[in-house]
C-alpha cells in the first residue's frame, strides 16, 4: 500500500508560479510510475505530466508542455510539479497517481494509488 500526499497548491495570479509536491509513504517512488491529474469543477479529471520508474521518461498534456515540469527524488520518495506562468485554466484540484507498471499512459485505470488532492486556483 502506498499512500500519496500533495502539497504546494494555492492561489496565484496568472503568470505566476507553483510547485507541488507528492510525498510517497513506505515504499520508494523508483518502484512506480507517478503522473499528476487534474480536475476542474464540472470537467473530468485529465493527465497533465507522468514520470517513469525506469528512465524517468516523462510526458506532459499538450495544454501544459513548456510551462510545467515533473522531477522526481527518489532518496526523498517525492515528485515535483513545478508549474510556471500559470493560466486560470490551469484551475483546478491537482492529484498525484502512482501505477505498479511502467507507463505513460493518462488512462486514470491504469493507477492504483491516488492523493487526495490540492488546489490550485489562479486568478487575478
Known amino acids: 500500500q502506498v499512500q500519496l500526499v500533495e502539497s504546494g497548491g494555492g492561489s496565484v495570479q496568472p503568470g505566476g508560479s507553483l510547485r507541488l509536491s507528492c510525498a510517497a509513504s513506505?515504499?520508494?517512488?523508483?518502484?512506480?510510475?507517478i503522473a499528476w491529474f487534474r480536475q476542474a469543477p464540472g470537467k473530468e479529471r485529465e493527465g497533465v505530466s507522468c514520470?517513469?520508474?525506469?528512465?524517468?521518461?516523462?510526458r506532459y498534456a499538450d495544454s501544459v508542455k513548456g510551462r510545467f515540469t515533473i522531477s522526481r527524488d527518489n532518496a526523498e520518495n517525492t515528485v515535483y510539479l513545478q508549474m510556471n506562468n500559470l493560466e486560470p485554466e490551469d484551475t483546478a484540484v491537482y492529484y498525484c497517481?502512482?501505477?505498479?507498471?511502467?507507463?505513460?499512459?493518462?488512462?486514470?485505470?491504469?493507477?492504483?494509488?491516488w492523493g487526495q488532492g490540492t488546489q490550485v486556483t489562479v486568478s487575478s
Open positions: 497517481a502512482a501505477s505498479r507498471v511502467v507507463t505513460t499512459s493518462f488512462f486514470f485505470a491504469m493507477y492504483d494509488f
Open positions: 513506505e515504499f520508494g517512488l523508483d518502484y512506480h510510475t
Open positions: 514520470i517513469t520508474s525506469t528512465d524517468g521518461t516523462t
